[in-house]
Each structure stands twice: as structure tokens, then as C-alpha cells.
T-cell receptor, first 114, second 111 residues
Framework: DVKVTQSSRYLVKRTGEKVFLECVQD?????MFWYRQDPGLGLRLIYF???????EKGDIPEGYSVSREKKERFSLILESASTNQTSMYLC?????????????FGPGTRLLVL | GQQLNQSPQSMFIQEGEDVSMNCTSS?????WLWYKQDPGEGPVLLIA?????ELTSNGRLTAQFGITRKDSFLNISASIPSDVGIYFC???????????FGTGTLLAVQP
């Protein structure tokens, strides 16, 4: 079974802090994604990566950056957290190919920025 | 960014009832996917649709890819309490390796 793990289930940070959200997958998948989920807005793509050291902006990249130094790990970075970044963050991965293959999601990280 | 219109936003039903939800888009999609998210977990793929007009079942779930390629629906028959969760549609429509997700339908089932 594919496993996608996220470093924290719940996180509380203060405005202005630098925040790291880590995602690890154990199935050698090429493609990894970071989404945020907000009530009434569904899942919105922040960034994705189709290979080590490669990254592409999604629909809402502002205020975020990412890092993919190893194939199995994709990190989401909030350089200076703000209250409007309070959200549920979901990581996903798929093998190489199209997204019509199933995306395997992690359990999510609930981030609260005070 | 583009989003899919998904309705209804929420449904509160009795166990045993049938459920229907749908997604519409102003753009054509090549693939429609339906995901379910259990409370506190990430979404899990339920059904994938690859051709216009396609009707696919997975147990009590049935989904269809609209003929116009701009819509899809999901039906759940004889609902049970474990059907509770948020259901998302998602579409893939171009050369990009990205999915567009719907806004979600929250389903609550009363025993």
C-alpha cells in the first residue's frame, strides 16, 4: 500500500513565524503536490513537483515556497506565516504519468496561525 | 484559479436514502474523478471516468461522465452511516498534470 505521511497532524504557529510542513511518500513516486483545503473552496493547488529539484506553481503559490531535495520528500514552506494561511494542508503523490491515475493523499496538517 | 461548481454544498439524510450530487464546469474535461474524504483524513479515490457518456459503478456508488464533457454526477444508493464525509469531484482537462477540484459536498447520514 502506498503511504503518504505528513509530519504533523496539528500545528499552531504565530504570525511571522517560518513554518515547514513535511511530506514523505514511500512508493518512489515522481509527482508530488501540495494543496490547501478551506470550507466552501475545496482543494486548491499551491505547488507541485514532477521530479527532484523541480517545482511548478499551482493556482495559489503566493506566500509559499517548496523544496524537493529528495524524491520521497516534498516540503512546503511558509516564509512568514499569516492568519489567512490558517487552513488544512494536504500532500499527495502519484507515479509518473498523468493525474488521472489516483492521487494518494496524506492525512493532512491542520495549521492554525495566531 | 479555476474551480468546479459542485452541488449541493451539504446534505443531511436518513440511512437508507439515495443521494445524488453533481459537478459542472465551463470548460471541457478529459477525465472526471470522484473522491471521498473521511473526517480527519485525506481524500481517497472512489471512481474515475475517462470517456464522455461513461457510466461506472463501484458497489453502491455510480458516477457518470456527462456527454458535453462539462459535468459529472455521483449517486449513492441505500446510504449507510459510514458514507458520512466530504465528496469531491475533480477534473483533468489539458496538457498540464493538474487536477481541478470541486468545492465539495458534505454528507451526513442519520442512523
Amino acid at each position: 500500500d502506498v503511504k503518504v505521511t505528513q509530519s504533523s497532524r496539528y500545528l499552531v504557529k504565530r504570525t511571522g513565524e517560518k513554518v515547514f510542513l513535511e511530506c514523505v511518500q514511500d512508493m518512489d513516486h515522481e509527482n508530488m503536490f501540495w494543496y490547501r483545503q478551506d470550507p466552501g473552496l475545496g482543494l486548491r493547488l499551491i505547488y507541485f513537483s514532477y521530479d527532484v529539484k523541480m517545482k511548478e506553481k499551482g493556482d495559489i503559490p503566493e506566500g509559499y515556497s517548496v523544496s524537493r531535495e529528495k524524491k520521497e520528500r516534498f516540503s512546503l514552506i511558509l516564509e512568514s506565516a499569516s492568519t489567512n494561511q490558517t487552513s488544512m494542508y494536504l500532500c499527495a503523490s502519484i507515479p509518473s504519468g498523468t493525474v488521472t491515475e489516483t492521487q494518494y493523499f496524506g492525512p493532512g496538517t491542520r495549521l492554525l496561525v495566531l | 484559479g479555476q474551480q468546479l461548481n459542485q452541488s449541493p454544498q451539504s446534505m443531511f439524510i436518513q440511512e437508507g436514502e439515495d443521494v445524488s450530487m453533481n459537478c459542472t464546469s465551463s470548460s471541457i474535461f478529459n477525465t472526471w474523478l470522484w473522491y471521498k474524504q473521511d473526517p480527519g483524513e485525506g481524500p481517497v479515490l472512489l471512481i474515475a471516468l475517462y470517456k464522455a457518456g461513461e457510466l461506472t459503478s463501484n458497489g453502491r456508488l455510480t458516477a457518470q461522465f456527462g456527454i458535453t464533457r462539462k459535468d459529472s454526477f455521483l449517486n449513492i444508493s441505500a446510504s449507510i452511516p459510514s458514507d458520512v464525509g466530504i465528496y469531491f469531484c475533480a477534473g483533468e482537462g489539458g496538457a498540464t498534470n493538474k487536477l481541478i477540484f470541486g468545492t465539495g459536498t458534505l454528507l451526513a447520514v442519520q442512523p
